[in-house]
């Protein structure tokens, strides 16, 4: 009731900010451009796209068949051996305990090529990446261009990667390992640039002391020294890398995230969970592992840890 005399005064202001919105505000069809641009990539560098899905569809699909070729028993040792070296006892049970869940929940062939099609990635990743995080270490001018890229690269939503890579290789495992790629190689950027830049000057003053060209103060001194972080942005592409291949499965990467996405898809509870567990394994392991080998710490040997257990030294 109080607001009626208002009214026209509100729809002139209303019609005003319409008309001077419509004047200054200059339309922008970025998505025609994007559009643009796409069908011209696809017309003139097709020969690159093909390249590419080649190469990476090669080894994604000899990293599974390598990973399924290998018998179960043989896994266990091995990632009991590398659990029992690097972290201690307790993490060995676990590892044991776990893949004898997977194995039992039938999900070894998809674990396996979960864990295929992530190593793929992730090496992939890493192999641009961290050049890139070099780059940025010993350029300010590298790190202002590359900065901007990386922080749209970790903003943008993780189903987003998948449409252009669609566009360009299609559906199946060498789409989803492209855009698993994209998304989870920031990590391995930024921390490679941070772990060079906090290398401590006197290290450095030392190695160029001793006369280390810079090839050789790279190698000798500021990668040794940023092992910790290196390390940290290396887990992080392989968690980053596990949770894109499992929604990568929509388009066909294939792995743990079939099981999740028929779950969802057909409300299968049952099948939906087991494969959301064997991704919970499979992180755990990956990152454990990984974390271990950015500490010089390593934890105590089976026959020390026993020894602890029972009150003796040995």
């Known amino acids: 009731m109080f607001d009626q005399p208002y009214f026209p005064a509100a729809r002139a202001a209303e019609g005003f900010w319409?008309?001077?919105?419509?004047?200054?505000?200059?339309?922008?069809?970025?998505?025609?451009?994007f559009t643009a641009v796409v069908g011209y990539m696809q017309d003139h560098f097709e020969w690159f796209f093909e390249l590419v899905s080649t190469v990476i569809g090669?080894?994604?699909?000899?990293?599974?068949?390598?990973?399924?070729?290998?018998?179960?028993?043989?896994?266990?040792?091995?990632?009991a051996a590398i659990a029992l070296w690097r972290v201690g006892w307790q993490f060995t049970i676990f590892v044991l305990i776990a893949l004898y869940v997977v194995l039992g929940m039938d999900l070894w062939p998809a674990t396996m090529d979960t864990l295929g099609l992530v190593l793929a990635a992730t090496v992939a990743?890493?192999?641009?990446?961290l050049p890139l995080g070099v780059a940025m270490a010993k350029s300010n001018i590298m790190q202002a261009i590359i900065r901007p890229v990386l922080d749209f690269m970790q903003t943008l939503p993780a189903f987003v990667y998948l449409i252009p890579a669609v566009i360009f290789f299609g559906t199946g495992r060498v789409p989803g390992v492209i855009a698993t790629v994209?998304?989870?190689?920031?990590?391995?950027?930024r921390l490679m640039n941070v772990g060079i830049r906090h290398v401590?000057?006197?290290n450095v003053e030392a190695g160029r002391a001793f006369g280390c060209n810079g090839a050789q103060l790279l190698y000798k001194v500021e990668l040794p020294l940023a092992l910790p972080s290196i390390m940290a942005g290396i887990n992080q592409t392989i968690m980053l890398a596990l949770s894109m291949v499992v929604i990568a499965s929509m388009i066909g990467a294939g792995?743990?995230?079939?099981?999740?996405?028929?779950?969802?898809?057909?409300l299968r509870l049952g099948t939906g969970f087991q494969g959301?567990?064997?991704?919970?394994?499979?992180?755990i392991i990956l990152d454990r592992l990984t974390q271990s080998f950015g500490t010089r710490r390593r934890g105590p040997g089976l026959w020390a840890g026993l020894g602890r257990v029972f009150g003796r030294r040995t």
């Open 200 to 202: 401590p000057a006197e």
């Open 18 to 33: 319409q008309s001077l919105t419509e004047r200054l505000v200059v339309p922008l069809p970025i998505g025609e451009w």
């Open 276 to 283: 959301g567990l064997g991704v919970v394994i499979l992180a």
């Open 255 to 266: 792995g743990l995230g079939d099981p999740v996405l028929a779950g969802i898809q057909q």
């Open 182 to 189: 994209i998304f989870a190689m920031p990590p391995a950027v």
């Open 125 to 129: 990743a890493l192999g641009i990446g």
């Open 58 to 79: 090669f080894v994604a699909d000899e990293l599974m068949t390598l990973f399924n070729w290998i018998p179960a028993p043989l896994v266990f040792l091995l990632l």
